[in-house]
């Protein structure tokens, strides 16, 4: 605007050109502080009416640009205040305008004045609808987003929690329960008595460790393959670096599998090998981990049947957490277990590559949306200035109308979005016949000039540059569309200069909007970006304390369990208060094992239900009643439901007398979970009454009681859902290794 003032009016236009160069300070400022926008606006407004009065010629290039300045400033009222407010000033700047027109230019008519009315009302509409339909969107999208990522956050955290409470189990097994039968059938491995020492102690380290007595670290890591209680191991491989770049690769429920692999090993070399330390190696490169446990002890025969032993413990607590598993043993030359885990680590480039991808996907929605809203509203304006009486030599409007409306169709069609290179081309080529026609409309500037649709063009081209990811397309439709502007000027220039400087301010008005286009996309893209990151930091910051939280619940429901009479028996053994070959001992152990089967039995997908199930199983073995548990693979739908089935039964339990019966089962039905109770004088409480029944079989009573579930969990669970009895009954079960 500062070069057109000056090259129109020589030195009479430098006080409008300073102006000028103030309105351009004043819109830098407005790009970096919002308080500076209102006021933008009506600036450019003055500046437009000032070069109309100035010029004083309809036809100059001069009044040609002060249209686009005063277009221009509808524009920026839409996209800097975002208020209802917007609307009326440029409205009320749009009548400011034409009154001014009509007033000091009466020569010029009053078709630029209506123009100038339809042109700015129709800017700030179509930019406030497109502005709240794509704020809609982004608040849907943000709605989706926090509700997929509600749901992501709670899945990993019940698989989590399930996954920690099946390797909680299988450490249980493993140490105490296996000891316990050992010493209550009197077995191999319990006649040397400083090796039961020995093992009890080792076991009541890891029962400790389960209970949260000992360790204070919420979530493992790699690095706790190293630290084995109860032997010395020797570390070898590879760095603390390392192993943690590594361990970042791995979801937590794998590191944990490694680690119980890892312990089950050790607890194997201790117990069968005689060896006096374990090496525990650890190897790492860009594709592979691999978990070397070595002992050089008397080693076994690799001929275990499948499913037992070691087959059990290791190689199938691998395929569980989806590592292979290797176990090479010789007798009299100890016995190697190795564990490989594959690994997909991304460098700073990948990953910086992926999160492009990622927010590419996110922002590409943004941008093309908003490419159709402007394609779309252009179009319209196009029409309604076209009605309106524009100038239209030649009738080039309608054609040019037809392409535009064109290319909105092409770029909504499936499949040609899917291609890399027709989209394009016609898009390209819709710009510059766009161009062509909208300046064969006004004799290309010879005829009615401040009527010239120079944006019409943006329409496609604002459409190819909302579909295209590179940057080719573009830069080869800029350079289309700037050659056609230059042909064009140099075919005017001939027949008048003006002619020839209103074709090139028609082509800066329409490039220049597209690279203010092409700063929105970037824009979007970097919040994008910056949203991306924010909301993957956020996601992982809430998933670890959602996991450290599962730590010490998992911590509570093994205290809740009861396992301090387990652990006052190992420690009795461990300091030779107890003999593990007198019958008391020996009665206690086997009485201890049952009762720890019962609390592995319980399927760890049921994470409500196991945690209000396992104080029950202590409850009723601490009043001496027989009780009977038999639990499905469906959940309660949440801790509020589980603890109303808890409630009832433990109500049950206190008015049961010592030595009764009662047997719970808790099962799917179509409407959900039935809890079913069998004993003596049951009893249903007030607020259940109407979803309990009730039934007297002679001398016991059978009440069922409804209540809301979950969907089944369809994970892979190496542990079922069994008979749970307290120790009062016999019972046979399958022996383990």
Known sequence: MVILTLAALGQPGWILATFQALVGVLAAFSIRSRRWGPALPPAMVAAGVWGYLLSGDLDSSLTFAACWQINFSAFFAGLLILRRYAIWMVVGS????????????????????????????????????????????????????????????????????????????????????????????????????????????????????????????????????????????????????????????????????????????????????????????????????????????????????????????????????????????????????????????????????????????????????????????????????????????????????????????????????????????????????????????????????AHWQALAATGPFVLLLSITRGKAWPIAGAFAWGAVVVLMAVFALPTSATAAEIIIVAGLVGLGFSGVWTMFQRLVTRLSNLEAVSRAETFQASLHTELATVSQASYQRWMDAGLDASATLLRG?????????????????????????????????????????????????????????????????????????????SENLMSAEHGEALAVSLFPVAEGLQLTLTGSALQTPEHLANKARLVSLGQLELLEISFQSMQPVHRKSKHFAGTARVPVLNFQEEPYD
């Open 94 to 449: 749009a009548v400011c305008t034409s009154v001014t027109i009509l007033h000091f230019l009466p020569g010029w008519g009053d078709q630029l004045p209506a123009s100038i009315l339809v042109t700015q009302a129709s800017i700030i509409i179509a930019i406030r609808l497109g502005l709240a339909a794509l704020l809609r969107h982004s608040s849907k999208t943000d709605e989706s987003v926090e509700i997929a990522d509600e749901a992501s956050l709670r899945d990993e955290t019940l698989s989590y929690q399930s996954a920690r409470l099946a390797e909680d189990s299988r450490v249980l097994h493993d140490t105490a329960i296996n000891t316990f039968a050992a010493i209550a059938s009197a077995g191999a491995g319990a006649r040397d008595v400083s090796r039961v020492i020995t093992q009890c102690a080792r076991d009541l380290e890891l029962l400790e460790e389960l209970r949260g007595a000992r360790r204070t670290t919420a979530i493992a890591t790699l690095l706790d393959v190293f630290e084995q209680p109860g032997v010395t191991t020797i570390r070898l491989g590879a760095g603390d670096e390392a192993i943690q770049l590594a361990g970042a690769a791995l979801p937590q429920r794998t590191i944990d599998g490694i680690i119980g692999c890892v312990r089950e090993a050790v607890t194997n070399a201790t117990k069968h090998s005689g060896a006096d330390h374990v090496d525990v190696e650890v190897f790492t490169s860009t594709t592979e981990l691999v978990v070397r446990v070595c002992d050089d002890g008397i080693g076994f025969h690799e001929d275990t049947p499948a499913g037992r032993g070691v087959d059990a413990s290791i190689r199938r607590r691998a395929t569980d957490h989806n590592f292979a598993a290797d176990v090479c043993s010789t007798l009299d030359m100890g016995t190697v277990v190795t564990l490989s885990i594959a690994l997909s680590p991304l460098s700073s480039d990948q990953t910086e590559n992926s999160n492009d991808a990622g927010l590419e996907a996110s922002a590409s929605t943004v941008n093309r949306r908003s490419g159709n809203y402007w394609g779309l509203g252009v179009t319209i304006v196009s029409i309604v200035l076209t009605v309106a009486g524009g100038t239209d030599d030649g009738g080039a409007l309608f054609p040019m109308i037809t392409i535009m409306l064109v290319s909105l169709f092409l770029a909504r069609t499936p499949v040609l979005r899917r291609g890399r290179a027709l989209l394009p081309f016609l898009l390209v080529l819709g710009t510059v016949s766009v161009f062509y026609l909208s300046a064969r409309a006004t004799s290309f500037g010879l005829v009615g000039p």
């Open 573 to 649: 053994i461990r300091d030779g208060r107890l003999n593990p070959h007198s019958e008391s001992t020996r009665a206690a152990c086997d009485e201890e094992e049952r009762y720890l089967r019962q609390l592995v039995q319980i399927n760890p997908d049921l994470v409500h239900i196991g945690k209000v199930f396992m104080p029950t199983l202590r409850r009723a073995r601490e009043l001496g009643i027989e009780f009977r548990l038999r639990l499905g693979d469906v959940d309660a739908a949440n801790e509020h439901v589980a603890r109303d089935i808890s409630n009832v039964v």
